[in-house]
């Protein structure tokens, strides 16, 4: 297998950063095609601690490609960052390619995602306020700059003036804001450009070739299946496709080139910023997974909101995306609990739903169908044999594979590249 996508199956933070890292020993590329900097994708090395945003968790080995695709919005302040930050740790960064046909987060998008959402109130959505949805809204409007637009001096200055001349009317007149000064735009970007330059190529063209010579590449997902701009709990999710097929328009790789599909799912459940989360624990079980999981946001720091699995969810994730394979992650973090919950079914009215609501109003009356288990209450973090892990432990894991039909792949026991159990080799 060739081309492998790992998706997130529940609300974020799952742990896909993790996964990919491990993946990525035997890759050769790793790509991300949708969101952008609001991605936290954490990869632990020898007690070493990164926190990745926008460059593809494939970058701490040497040698690999690290493709951010047409289909990622770009803040390239945050980009150069993470590269000059990745420079100062000793990190390789001469495999990074970045799409000629990405589009830019500029500051007009920071500023707008920040101003919506305090004018949403009490309604906000709870984003991560790096200007995502702003950024897709004018791609989609067609007033979006793209990088290759960035790197041509003389186009990028026309575009800021003729976009931001639309802009400063809408934050004067709408937000009651003060305008931004086009020249200072130009002149910080441009700075940003100079530097960026020599890592734009058109990744349609490589990526394509690389499948075509059976070179190994990954794809990496951010936010994950419920937050979906199309499947997951509208309107409080990103504005991209986190799910599989979001690789097709993201990266310009053709559905039919996909051979596996990875879902990483946490063995319990968290969920950053607003919106329904119907197995969510707002009491003492809720606070103790919070704090023995140490769930806090990675880009904002906000605490995140936590919960029992929930299967329906990743069973639906699983049809979205076609997942071949689970990877379970976070197990160790449930190694202190007596009883452990997972979400079978869903029940309205007394009656067993067949799918996921649509209406948010029908989500907030689902009731969860829970299954308890027997914890184990063992330290895990050592264990890297599957069979070595306590029976109840399996049992839980067999249980979610069961319910959602979905084959475990890999289990997870800590943030270390080496706390990983394989059930099957992916690539
Ligand atoms: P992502 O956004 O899906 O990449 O996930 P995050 O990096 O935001 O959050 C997952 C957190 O869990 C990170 O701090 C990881 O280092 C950590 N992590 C990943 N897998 C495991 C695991 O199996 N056990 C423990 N204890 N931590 C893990
Ligand atoms: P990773 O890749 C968890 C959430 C925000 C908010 C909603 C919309 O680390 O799993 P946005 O800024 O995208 O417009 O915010 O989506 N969100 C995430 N939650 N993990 C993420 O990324 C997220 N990226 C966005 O909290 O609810
Ligand atoms: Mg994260």
Redesign the pocket.
Known sequence: MSTVVIS?AQW?????????DYLAQQADTVVRFQGGSN??????VGGE?Y?LRLLP?GILYKGTTCVIGNGVVVDPQCLLEEIDSMQARGVDTSGIRVSNRAHVVMPWHKLIDELNETQRGSNKIGTTKRGIGPCYIDKADRIGIRVCDLIDREDFAAKVHSVLAVKNSLLQNVYNHAPLDADEIIREYESYADRIRPFVCDTITLLNEQIDAGKKILFEG?Q?TMLDIDYGTYPYVTSSHPISGGVGIGAGVAPKKIDTVVG?V?AYCTRVGEGPFPTEQLNDIGDKLRTA??EF??VTGRPRRTGWLDACVVKYAGTLSGTDYMAV?????LDDFDEIKMCTAYRVNGKVLNEIPASLKILAQVEPVYETFAGWKTDI?KIRRYEDLPLNARRYLERMAQVTGIALGIV????NRD??IVLKNIF
């Open positions: 997130g974020g933070d799952e742990g896909k950063g993790k996964i990919v991605a936290g994708h954490t990869v632990t601690e926190k968790s951010a994950a990483v946490k999981g140490h946001g990675t992650t976070r197990l160790d973090i973090s997870s026991v800590g943030p706390q990983t």
